[in-house]
T-cell receptor, first 111, second 115 residues
Framework: DAKTTQPTSMDCAEGRAANLPCNHS???????VYWYRQIHSQGPQYIIH???NNETNEMASLIITEDRKSSTLILPHATLRDTAVYYC????????????FGGGTRLMVKP | ETGVTQTPRHLVMGMTNKKSLKCEQH?????MYWYKQSAKKPLELMFV???????ENNSVPSRFSPECPNSSHLFLHLHTLQPEDSALYLC??????????????FGNGTRLTVT
């Protein structure tokens, strides 16, 4: 697996953008970057994924560097309900949907 | 509502008990998964079923026995568990392999305590 490195925790003020970084320097050409989050007492929830282009959906934006060695998940206007653990995952090309979750980043959105 | 329902939400059992966890998905998916989430540890993949066939067993002890009678239902049968098996057990589903990208949809888990 391409190893990912994320900060253990981050704080963000409510209403501000939350920028969550992820390093994946050993990523290979066909491996996607996936982001999930887990709100307390719930199962993980898919957010977004990308290969090389920046992606945006109703939940977040994903910015992938040109060399693909890192990415940033952006929550443009964080709310208290965005407080969660955010997981950046880069499965092997042949892993299908067998995702390996690391420790993630615990994002605390504060009023 | 995630489309994946797990029951019970909480379960307390003794080490000599036999119990089962149930998962049901209403999303028309063909793949189902069991994950274990222990305190202070990342999620661990336990089992994968594709089109009702078990395709992955991640070195899980035999005291955990999965069953997938159809693509919509997944069970985890538990017997002679140990206190260290106390954890949140999460079920997930997705489209099966070869059917294009499909994110995992998780249930909210069963919180298991073994006494």
């Amino acid at each position: 697996d391409a190893k990912t490195t994320q900060p253990t925790s981050m704080d963000c003020a409510e209403g501000r953008a939350a920028n969550l970084p992820c390093n994946h320097s050993t990523i290979s050409g066909n491996e996607y970057v996936y982001w999930y989050r887990q709100i307390h007492s719930q199962g993980p929830q898919y957010i977004i994924h990308g290969l090389k282009n920046n992606e945006t959906n109703e939940m977040a934006s994903l910015i992938i560097t040109e060399d693909r060695k890192s990415s940033t998940l952006i929550l443009p206007h964080a709310t208290l309900r965005d407080t969660a653990v955010y997981y950046c995952i880069v499965p092997p090309d042949n892993a299908g949907n067998m995702l390996t979750f690391g420790g993630g980043t615990r994002l605390m959105v504060k009023p | 509502e995630t489309g994946v329902t797990q029951t019970p939400r909480h379960l307390v059992m003794g080490m000599t008990n036999k119990k089962s966890l149930k998962c049901e998905q209403h999303l028309g998916h063909n793949a189902m998964y069991w994950y274990k989430q222990s305190a202070k540890k990342p999620l661990e993949l336990m089992f994968v079923y594709n089109f009702k066939e078990q395709t992955e067993n991640n070195s899980v002890p035999s005291r955990f026995s999965p069953e997938c009678p159809n693509s919509s239902h997944l069970f985890l049968h538990l017997h002679t568990l140990q206190p260290e098996d106390s954890a949140l057990y999460l079920c997930a589903s997705s489209q099966g392999p070869g059917q294009g990208f499909s994110p995992l949809h998780f249930g909210n888990g069963t919180r298991l305590t073994v006494t």
